[in-house]
């Protein structure tokens, strides 16, 4: 069985401040990663996605990925309470394939930023 | 218009009852999946379905059965429904992946929430 491990938090920052995800996961041969936040009561929604070693920005969201240590980070600048939610790593099982691609879910670290 | 949707929302039922989740996409994607999230938020595959093709099949009691009419609707009927069962079914439907970029955007439903008593 593939894990993907998160530590549950919560994480509790300052609003304006940096927040900072960290992610593991046991399959060596991943190739895609992902961040999901999923906001209490509702769906999961893809925030980032990486896929090489290395930094991924994507507005106040920056992706970190080093596969030789099996880590994926997420960082959050400017940290709002809108950023307040479960975030979700998930990393692709095994080699991609045309079909049957599955993704999987790490347990989420809650974020709560306070004002 | 909601791209994904499950109808019910919620599901409150007794042990041993069936019941079914119905799943809609209007997103045109290939790619269905029914994922479960339970109470402390692990969200697991259950099962996939390619253009009406299971192509997943988790380790998941044969209770459950999937059944894909067309591409755009995925349904989930539990027969036997047990304690363990309650949890929150989302259905998510993707774009395939080109290459090694598996898009990884599932676009998750609602969620239909499942409480058995």
């Known amino acids: 069985q593939k894990e993907v491990e998160q530590n549950s938090g919560p994480l509790s920052v300052p609003e304006g401040a940096i927040a900072s995800l960290n992610c593991t996961y046991s399959d060596r041969v991943s190739q895609s990663f992902f961040w999901y936040r999923q906001y209490s009561g509702k769906s999961p929604e893809l925030i980032m996605s990486i896929y090489s070693n290395g930094d991924k920005e994507d507005g106040r969201f920056t992706a970190q990925l080093n596969k030789a240590s099996q880590y994926v980070s997420l960082l959050i600048r400017d940290s709002q309470p809108s950023d307040s939610a479960t975030y979700l790593c998930?990393?692709?099982?095994?080699?991609?394939?045309?079909?049957?691609?599955?993704?999987?879910f790490g347990g989420g670290t809650r974020v709560l930023v306070k004002p | 218009d909601t791209a994904v949707s499950q109808t019910p929302k919620y599901l409150v039922t007794q042990m041993g009852n069936d019941k079914s989740i119905k799943c809609e996409q209007n997103?045109?994607?290939?790619?269905m999946y029914w994922y479960k999230q339970d109470s402390k938020k692990f969200l697991k595959i259950m099962f996939s379905y390619n253009n009406k093709e299971l192509i997943i099949n988790e380790t998941v009691p044969n209770r459950f059965s999937p059944k894909s009419p067309d591409k755009a609707h995925l349904n989930l009927h539990i027969n036997s429904l047990e304690l363990g069962d309650s949890a929150v079914y989302f259905c998510?439907?993707?774009?395939?992946?080109?290459?090694?970029?598996?898009?990884?955007?599932?676009?998750f439903g609602e969620g239909s929430r499942l409480t058995v008593l």
């Open positions: 998510a439907s993707s774009l395939p992946g080109t290459g090694v970029r598996l898009t990884g955007e599932l676009f």
């Open positions: 997103l045109g994607h290939d790619t």
């Open positions: 998930a990393v692709t099982e095994g080699l991609i394939k045309a079909a049957g691609n599955k993704l999987t």
